[in-house]
C-alpha cells in the first residue's frame, strides 16, 4: 500500500544529440549500425511473457538496400490475436490493482533505457529497418519517444489530482479506473516514437494491450519490446504480435472484450475500422473508445509580404525531410505570383546541395522511400504529373528502385488549384505548389480551406502582423497544429501536443493529459460521514 502522495521527477524534453563529426555519439551509432547489419535477427512475438514462434518466417530488409536481409519475423495468424487478448485479460487484475507509482516507475525506466543504453541500438534498428538518417531516427526514437514516455507519466499524475470539491460532513473522490476489457494498439511504419506510445500510453493508466505494428516497422518494435521487458512491464500487459491487419480486426472487433483502439496510420483505413466497430456494437460488454490519428493535406500558405529565405528552407525541411513520410510534412504550397521565383530559386539551391543514399552514410539528407507499394505509387504521380496538361514537374522527378526505392525530391506546379495531387495525400517526397495572383489572397485562402478532407497541420509566413492576425483567424478548422512563420514538422512532446482534426483524426492529441483521459473510466465516489436517519425535509413540517 502505498504509504505517501508522491511527486514524480521533474519532466523535460530529451535533449537532441549532434552526430557531429568526432562526437562519440557518432562513433558509437556508427559501430552499432555496423554490428547489426553484419547479422541476421530471430524475431519472435511476444503474447503472455512468452516468445511465440510459428517458423512462417518474412525478412525484414532495409529500404535503402532492399537485397540485404536484417533478420526475419514470425508471422502469426488469427489464433495468436486470440491468444493476445487472452493473455491480456489474464494479466489486467493484477496490472490494474498495482499502485499508480509502480507503473509510473516502470515507464519511466523505460524512458532511462531509451535514452541511455538503449538508445544507438533503437535508433539503428530505425536507421536499418524503416530508412531514417541520423538526425531523423535520433529526434524520434531517441527523444521523442522517451519525452512521451516521461511526459505521460507526468499527466497521469496530473490526472490522478484533479478532483471534485466536497461538501461540509462529506468527502468526494474520483477514482481513475482503466477501461473494462483490453486495448488494441495499431501502429504505423513512420515514428518509432508513435509505434511505442500507443501501446504504452493507455497501459500506463492501468490497461493491457494487444499491439500490431507494420510490418515494415517489426525492426524497431522488436527493440522497443526489448526495452518494456527490461524496464518490468509484467509479462501479458503488452502483447506484441504480427498479424495481417484485416485477420486482427476480425477476431478483435468480434470480442465481448474489445475496450478500445488506439490507432495511428492512413485515413482509409482508420474509416474501414471505425465502420467495423460500428458494425460489431451489439458485441461489446462497453462503449470502446475510438482514439485514430491519420493523414494529412499539410500546407505552407506564403503571405506576399514573408521572405522567400525562410519559406524556401520551410520548403526543404517541410516537405523533404524523411523522404516526406512524416504526417506532418507539407505536401502542398500556396506562394503569391510575386514571390514565386525567388523561392524556387533558394529551393533549386537547397535540392542541388542534398544528397539521397542508404542511411549509414551520414551526409545523405534524404533516403528511401519504406516499400516498393509506396515507390511505385510515387512514381506513378509523377509520371502522371508529368503528361498532364495541368501540372509540371519544377523541380526533382525521376526515381530509381534497383537498389534501393529512391525517389529524388520533387516539386510539381499545379496550373489548377484542383490538380490531383493538392488534394490527396500521397506520403512522399513531392510537394506541390500553387501559384496565386498577390491581390488573391481571400480566394486562396477559401481553396485552401475546402481543397481537401484533411485538418493536420499548416503553416503560414507572413511578415505583417494584421496578416497574421487575419490568417490565424481565417485557417482555424485547417490544421490541429498551426504554425506561424516555421515549417509544418517536428512537434515536440509537451510544447506542441499533436493531432489533427476533420479527416486527419479524433484530434486526442498524442503525448498530452487529453489522450490520456480516453483510456480511464472514472468512477466518481461520494462517502458521508454521519448518514442520514430521517427521511423528511423541513419544508414538509406543519407551521
Ligand atoms: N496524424 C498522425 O499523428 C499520424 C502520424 C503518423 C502517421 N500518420 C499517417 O499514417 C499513414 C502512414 O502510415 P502507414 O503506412 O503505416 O499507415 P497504414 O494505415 O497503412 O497502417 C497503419 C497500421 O494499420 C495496419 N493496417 C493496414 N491496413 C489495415 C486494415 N485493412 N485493417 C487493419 N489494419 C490495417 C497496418 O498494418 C499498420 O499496422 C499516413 O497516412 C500518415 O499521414 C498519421
Ligand atoms: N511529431 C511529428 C509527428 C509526425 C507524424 O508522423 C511531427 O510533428 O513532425
Known sequence: MPKGIYNIPAVTNEPILSYAPGSPERAELQATLKDMRSREIDVPMYI????????????????????????????????HIQMAIDAALAAKPAWEAMAWEHRASIFLKAAELISGPYRQKLNAATMLGQSKNAYQAEIDSACEIADFLRFNVQYMTDIYKQQPISSKGIWNRVEQRPLEGFVFALTPFNFTAIAGNLPTAPAMMGNCIVWKPSKTAVYSAQVLMEVFIKAGVPAGVINLVYVS???ASEVLFSSPDFAGIHFTGSTGVFQDIWKNIGDNIHKFKSYPRIVGETGGKDYIFMHPTAPAKEVATAITRGAFE??????SAASRAFIPASKYDEVMAFVHEDLKKIKMGGTEDFTNFVNAVIDEASFNKLASAIDEAK???????????TYDKSVGYFVAPTIIRALKHDYITMEEELFGPILTIYVYEDDQVDETLDILDKGSMYAL?????????????????????????????????????????????RGSGTNDKAGSMINLLRWVSPRTIKETFVSATDYMYPNFLED
Open 245 to 247: 491487419g484485416p485477420a
Open 387 to 397: 503528361a498532364s496538361p495541368d501540372a509540371e514537374v519544377v523541380a526533382g522527378g
Open 322 to 327: 524523411y523522404q516526406g513520410q512524416k504526417c
Open 48 to 79: 503472455g511473457g512468452e516468445e511465440v514462434r510459428t517458423g512462417n518466417l518474412f525478412a525484414m530488409t532495409p529500404p535503402h538496400d532492399h537485397q540485404h536481409v536484417l533478420g526475419h519475423y514470425h508471422q502469426g495468424e488469427k489464433k
Open 457 to 501: 497541420t499548416g503553416a503560414i509566413f507572413a511578415d505583417c502582423r494584421y496578416a497574421i492576425e487575419k490568417l490565424v483567424k481565417r485557417l482555424t478548422h485547417t490544421a490541429g497544429n498551426f504554425y506561424i512563420n516555421d515549417k509544418p514538422t517536428g512537434a515536440v512532446v509537451g510544447q506542441q501536443p499533436f493531432g489533427g482534426g
